[in-house]
């Protein structure tokens, strides 16, 4: 049985044993009182019930006392009232308890002795010795009438003798009067019963006595409390020395009230002899058993008066348990009732504050739930924006800011508490310390309420904002505002790109058919002038229209690589190793230029991709030239191609990585390499790059361009291993373009 | 109470008292005389001046013989066939000087002047009937007992509940048992 089942049952069935030993002992006790033989048999019995009783209302007091002091120790809500109650009850109980006792004790010796006093023993013996004196003076006269009697039977035998035997007892009122022979046998009788019986034999000391020439006479009491004198005397015959042991024995009855009398003294002496006996152990039983009670007493007493405190003090300590779980915020608390007094006057109004307080606070969890949740989907608005939202004041402590805020800040406002300076998160940030100071500025010179375009530099290039101000409506007083901007950066590239876009086609279109006819026409002019001019003139002619020759196959080339770049998207998509078309592609350039060393880490396990090999081709052919390009003059000049495959969000792509170690895109050029007419070479249409980035996009993939931090450029061209791949990764990158158009 | 009581009560020394000294059983038989069992035996009883002085103090004393007769049983407890007790009392008569034998009921009484005479009296039971033989159930042999007590007598059982720890006036002899074939 565990600690709590000893608990739970422990204290019922102790007082049921205490309660069941009790009344056990006292019908054993009851039982046994009136038959004593059942009282010995029953004594272990009795003795073993009640001190299981005992016992067991000792444990429960022994438990009751200790739970009260460790309560007090413990410090438990409402112990020491409980405790003072205990003991103001114990002190009312113990103290009249006592001087009850000590009274009763001296009351019971008193009380024992006063039955025992010297008086009563006096006049008990001096009852008896005067029941003596007169019982002896009958005796006398009885046995001096029987001598007497004896005297005159001398010689008397046969019917005289009888007939004297009945006048003499006729005349003393004797009952029995008997003459026994020598032989100790009746040999005459007259007694006072109408059936002549036989008569008993005389005591055996009568005939000692008689035959020694004494008369003999004892007191003999009856059981039905009278008395009787049995008188004998020898009688005197003449005749013969036999006739000499006759002798006559009468039993007088003693007159009754003499006898009442004496039965009296001799019945109250012997119970005055019986109490006498009993006198000291009848004291010491009456103090122990009232000792004993007055402890029982004193037990149940103490007992019940710390159950009675318990009782009292428990609604106080359920108030205190009460409000201190109010305290701590839990309404539900509801007390039990514990009467209609006072206390449960109490009680109740405490039960009523409670429930009024968890109806308010009720009310206040469910507009604090309704704020949260306008805050989480304010929260949740503001983290799905692509433009950055930021909330500050004149002093530029920020309120809250949403992760658009921070991407295209290229900072984090994760570690952000209300109140925070937005300096500390702009440290090291170009971006983020030039919107910064842009906002002081324009704060500072009073101004809260704007919208323009914001161009940000950056390390990997400048970023275009649009960002607007507006004061907050209730924050006017204290200068709160909201800054919001958007990325616009990406959207002026793709402006740009349709702008080319358009410019291309119309350049292919309108440019390019007036080419063939100014490049016939100068070469027919040199065909048939140049043979009748002097050698001078056809020099000249010759220079003019070579030079007009080779603009208009520039012009042409220009207006090709235009129309390449305008061309509508008409990809042959198949199957092919990239690693091979890398090899072979870089193989050509090795042969071309064998000062260039162009170093191939191609990954082994790269899967065959799905795009356009021509197209592929054509990336990797600009992209090497413009390494090469770069790197002319150098002396250990080095292009490095190599290959990985990646995997982002469940799309597979292989990314093919071009560096040099030239002098690297210039940086004010490193954001718009890709757009048109964008280059860092002196003689270069622009349009490598943004072809390659044209048909990068054409495949679904990616283009990214950076310096290396050790010097030189560096290419990344990402493009989606297969058609499926290519879907994933569109959706990926529309989420990568979402951040990106946020940034 | 009794939780003081019982060490008092067993306290080695207050186990002597005045009905110390030779106390038991010398002989018990039984015999059937047409077809009536009766009960002879021979009981010594303590005597000294302790005895002598609380009797003519006024103490009653009583002196039981208790008989039982049992049958024996296997595998169960034994049948009792009788279970008897003859009780008498012994009180000094002051006024007559004598020593007066009671039965229980007070019907038959006995003076005698000295008190051996009197616990020699109390001592011998000749013939006293206990039982028809035809009451003797089953077949014998049949497991008889007797065993003799004294105590105080005329004392009410209340003030004998009371005094029960303290009262060293009640002793009994060890039992003397027999085989009983008829």
């Known amino acids: ?37 059942l009282f010995s048999q029953w004594q272990p019995w009795i003795l073993l019930l009640a001190l299981c009783g005992v016992m067991a209302l000792g444990v429960l007091l022994a438990r009751k006392l200790w739970q009260l002091y460790r309560d007090f120790r413990d410090h438990r809500p409402g112990s020491r009232l409980t405790m003072r109650t205990v003991m103001i009850f114990g002190a009312l109980v113990i103290a009249p308890l006592i001087i009850v006792y000590l009274f009763s004790l001296d009351f019971i010796n008193r009380g024992i002795d006063s039955w025992f006093r010297v008086e009563i023993r006096q006049g008990l013996n001096d009852a008896l010795v005067l029941s003596r004196s007169a019982l002896d003076l009958r005796l006398r006269e009885q046995a001096r009438r029987t001598e007497i009697f004896a005297r005159s039977l001398r010689d008397l035998r046969g019917p005289e003798l009888l007939q004297r035997l009945d006048e003499e007892r006729r005349a003393t009122e004797a009952k029995q009067i008997v003459v026994f022979d020598a032989n100790g046998r009746a040999s005459a009788l007259s007694s006072d019963t109408p059936v002549a019986q036989q008569p008993s034999a005389p005591p055996p000391d009568v005939a000692l006595q008689v035959a020694a020439g004494h008369s003999y006479v004892s007191l003999n009491p009856l059981p039905n409390g009278q008395y009787t004198i049995a008188t004998a005397a020898p009688i005197a015959d003449a005749v013969s020395a036999r ?109 009523d504050m409670t429930k009024r307080l968890r109806r308010a606070s009720e009310e206040a969890m469910r507009s604090r739930q309704a704020v949260e949740r306008e805050r989480e989907r304010l929260a949740i608005i503001l983290s799905r924006l692509s433009t950055g939202v930021i909330v500050t004041d004149r002093e530029l402590q920020l309120h809250s800011a949403n992760q658009s805020a921070a991407t295209i800040l290229g900072g984090s406002f994760e570690t952000a508490v209300p109140g925070a300076s937005l300096a500390q998160f702009a440290a090291g940030n170009m971006r983020f310390s030039t919107f910064l100071d842009q906002l002081r500025a324009r704060l500072q010179s009073g101004l809260d309420e704007w919208r323009e375009q914001l161009t940000l530099p950056g390390e990997a290039g400048q970023r275009v904002l649009l960002w607007a101000c507006t004061p907050l409506p209730d924050e006017r007083e204290r200068g709160g505002v909201v800054i919001v901007f958007d990325d616009i950066t990406a959207l002026l590239a793709a402006q740009r790109d349709a702008a080319w876009g358009e410019v291309a086609r119309r350049l292919a279109h309108e440019i390019k058919n007036p080419l063939t006819p100014i490049q016939l026409s100068a070469e027919r002019l040199s065909r048939k002038l140049l043979g009748g001019m002097n050698a001078e003139d056809a020099s000249v002619l010759e220079r003019a229209t070579h030079t007009i020759v080779q603009q208009v196959d520039a012009m042409k080339q220009m207006v090709n690589a235009f129309s390449e770049y305008a061309r509508a998207p008409d990809m042959k998509l198949s199957y092919f190793s990239l690693n091979h078309l890398i090899t072979e592609v870089a193989e050509l350039y090795r042969l071309q230029d064998p000062a260039i060393e162009i170093r191939l880490e191609l990954d082994p396990e790269l899967p065959e991709i799905e795009a356009d090999r021509g197209r592929v081709r054509q990336i990797l052919a600009n992209l090497i030239t413009n390494g090469i390009e770069a790197l002319a003059g150098a002396g250990d000049g080095c292009v490095e191609l190599s290959t990985r495959q990646q995997r982002a969000e469940g799309a597979a792509t292989a990314v093919i990585s071009v560096r040099d170690n030239g002098p690297g895109f210039r940086k004010e050029i490193l954001g718009r390499v890709f757009d048109p007419y964008v280059t860092g070479k002196p003689r270069g249409t622009g349009l490598g790059l943004a072809i390659v980035k044209r048909i990068v996009e054409e495949h679904g993939g990616r283009i990214e361009a950076d310096n290396r931090p050790e010097g030189g450029a560096k290419v990344l061209v990402f493009l989606p291993v297969s058609d499926q791949d290519r879907t994933l990764f569109a959706g990926s990158e529309r989420r990568v373009e979402l951040r990106r158009e946020r940034a | 109470m009794a939780l003081l009581a019982w060490p008092l009560a067993t306290a080695p020394g207050l186990a002597a008292g005045p009905l110390d000294g030779d106390f038991e059983v010398r002989s018990a038989f039984i015999v059937v005389d047409r077809g009536v069992l009766q009960l002879n035996a021979h009981v010594q009883y303590p005597v000294n001046d302790l005895i002598r002085g609380a009797l003519q103090d006024g103490v009653t004393l009583a002196f039981d013989l208790d008989l039982i007769i049992s049958h024996r049983r296997r595998f169960w407890l034994n049948a009792h066939m009788l279970d008897m007790t003859l009780r008498r009392e012994l009180t000094y008569h002051t006024v007559t000087d004598h020593y007066v034998l009671r039965n229980e009921n007070g019907e038959e009484q006995e003076s005698v002047p000295t008190l051996e005479e009197a616990l020699d009296k109390l001592g011998r039971i ?57």
Do not use: C
């Not at chain 2, 007992?145 to 029960?164: E, I, K, P, Q, W």
């Open chain 1, 1 to 37: 049985m565990d600690a709590d089942a000893l608990r739970r049952f422990g204290v019922p069935v102790l007082t049921g044993l205490a309660i069941a030993a009790g009344l056990g002992a006292l019908v054993l006790l009851a039982g046994s009182v009136e038959n004593s033989a």
């Open chain 1, 243 to 351: 006739a000499a042991h006759r002798y006559v024995l009468i039993d007088y009855e003693v007159p009754q009230e003499l006898s009442a009398l004496a039965e009296a003294v001799q019945h109250t002496s012997s119970q005055y002899g019986d109490l006498s006996a009993v006198r000291e152990p009848l004291k010491v039983s009456f103090q122990l058993t009232l000792t004993l009670v007055v402890l029982l007493t004193l037990l149940g007493a103490i007992y019940g008066a710390i159950f009675s405190a318990q009782r009292l003090t428990r609604p106080v300590q359920d108030l205190i348990a009460g409000t201190r779980a109010v305290g701590k915020g839990d309404f539900a608390t509801r007390l039990p009732l514990p009467s209609r007094d006072e206390m449960g006057f109490l009680v109740q109004s405490f039960n």
């Open chain 2, 126 to 182: 000749e013939g006293l009937p206990i039982l028809v033989a035809s009451q003797l159930k089953g077949e014998g042999p049949w497991q008889v007992a007797v065993r003799a007590g004294v105590r105080r007598g005329r004392m009410s059982d209340a003030m004998r509940a009371l005094m029960f720890w303290s009262d060293d006036w009640h002793r009994t002899s060890e039992w003397y048992a027999w085989t009983l074939t008829l």
